[in-house]
């Protein structure tokens, strides 16, 4: 009786001595709920409906950033990125070093052969043919004078049962135009369901109403790297670590060791010299080539695919020294700052980087092993395109950095 006589005391001994976070409760304003009058001028906001009547400031309702469609919250965090496995080619272009990473939404799949033909739809439509046409994809990539690859090079793109494999043969180029197409077509719709019946062709919501989204782009590479590792699920009290990852799974190998599964390989890759699926009857890795962009089980974000089946663009332009000439938050290289393309002498053939030089991460169907830790790097000019490189689409979270914001 008295511990609770006490208590009472010094709460009300608080809220007399102007304390305004009890334990009950923070009413303090926040995004979400952020009253009805202003903090500093007592003047009142309005919302949405009684603006045009009232004339007044317009607080619009918000809910929290909506993620982009197929979009999975990445949420961000201290990290260290880099190679953790022995540096076979000696390349020491990505040595570990640690960052921090805001968080983001990233594609949870790869972007598919369907979505890109619903692309080439609406630019065919809408856009001029000189536009269409460099937008399709080089269905050459899979053609080799060696080997019977003339089925791939005629349907995989279109043919409905790739329906759901990731689309290739697409160059960095071409992926951020659809980055930049899929931003205004999603935003357009976004628009018709916030006007309604009002709603005119090239209307967009204000930033302010927090409906529309930011941009969708390509990762950079310390988001597509972090995000791969999903280290999240190795998360043991505090800020502690139960281990570090090498791929995107737990353990020292590409098998899997969980119940059901035993020995399963869990990504698609290319097994050995002449080996990529495994036995008839027994196709341990699922595919000869690419195989469905749900094929195998999602890492600790829920993200598919992030080691084998294609790699991925990222925006990052190519150099050797990137983990040294970098900022160790959020850090991305956009331009030859530091580290000028006149050093490698790429004009006269004395070397392959240039600021054209763009990262592919994540490992493909036709690469070995090693390359499906996400520490491991490569780069291919921003205008070329293979049948081992694919891509997914990032957007940048904003305001407050939690799924629930």
Same mark, same amino acid.
């Given at each position: ?10 709460l !009300?001994?608080?809220a ?57 919250? !990445? ?40 979505h ?6 609406y ?10 046409q ?44 659809y ?14 369901e916030?006007?309604g ?11 302010e ?16 790297e ?63 080539v ?15 695919n ?21 900022e ?22 004395n070397s ?6 763009? !990262? ?25 395109a293979?049948?081992t ?8 979270a ?8």
């Amino acid at each position: 009786m008295k511990v609770s006589y006490y208590i009472i005391l010094i709460l !009300v001994g608080l809220a007399i001595g102007g304390c305004s976070i009890l334990p009950f409760g923070n009413s303090n304003p926040s995004a979400r709920n952020p009253g009805s009058t202003s903090t500093t001028t007592n003047l009142e906001y309005f919302s949405d409906a009684f603006a045009e009547d009232e004339g007044g400031f317009v607080v619009a309702s918000f809910d929290g950033q909506t993620p982009g469609p197929n979009q999975i919250f !990445v949420q961000g965090g201290r990290a260290v990125l880099g190679t953790y496995e022995e540096d076979v080619f000696f390349t020491h272009d990505n040595v570990e070093r640690t960052v921090t990473v805001q968080s983001f939404y990233l594609d949870q799949t790869e972007i598919a052969n369907i979505h890109w033909l619903e692309y080439l739809f609406y630019i065919k439509r809408d856009s001029s043919e000189a536009f269409y046409q460099s937008a399709l994809p080089d269905t050459t990539v899979w053609d080799k004078e060696l080997a019977y690859n003339t089925p791939y090079v005629s349907n995989y793109l279109r043919y409905p049962g790739f329906r759901y494999y990731p689309v290739v043969g697409i160059s960095w180029n071409q992926a951020a135009d659809y980055c930049r197409w899929r931003t205004e077509a999603v935003n357009k719709q976004k628009a018709i369901e916030y006007y309604g019946e009002d709603y005119v062709d090239g209307d967009l919501p204000p930033i302010e109403s927090g409906v529309y989204l930011p941009e969708f782009r390509l990762p950079t590479e310390a988001e597509w790297e972090y995000a791969a590792y999903g280290q999240v699920g190795n998360q043991f009290l505090d800020e502690n670590q139960t281990q570090r990852r090498l791929y995107p799974w737990d353990g020292r190998t590409i098998r899997s060791s969980k119940s059901g599964s035993v020995g399963k390989f869990q990504a698609n890759f290319k097994r050995g010299r002449g080996d990529y699926a495994g036995i008839a009857g027994a196709l341990n890795d699922a595919g000869f080539v690419t195989t469905s962009i749900y094929e195998y089980a999602p890492n600790d974000f829920g993200l598919y695919n992030m080691a084998g089946n294609v790699n991925e663009w990222v925006f990052d332009i190519y150099r050797p020294l990137n983990f040294q000439d970098m900022e160790d938050l959020n850090p991305i290289r956009k331009s030859g700052f530091l580290d000028d393309e006149e050093d490698y002498d790429y004009e006269n053939f004395n070397s392959m980087i240039s600021n054209a030089s763009r !990262v592919y991460k994540g490992g493909s169907w036709a690469d070995g092993a090693m390359w499906l830790s996400p520490g491991t790097r490569r780069f291919l000019d921003q205008d070329s395109a293979a049948a081992t490189i694919g891509f997914r689409c990032a957007t940048t979270a904003l305001g407050t950095a939690t799924a629930s914001n």
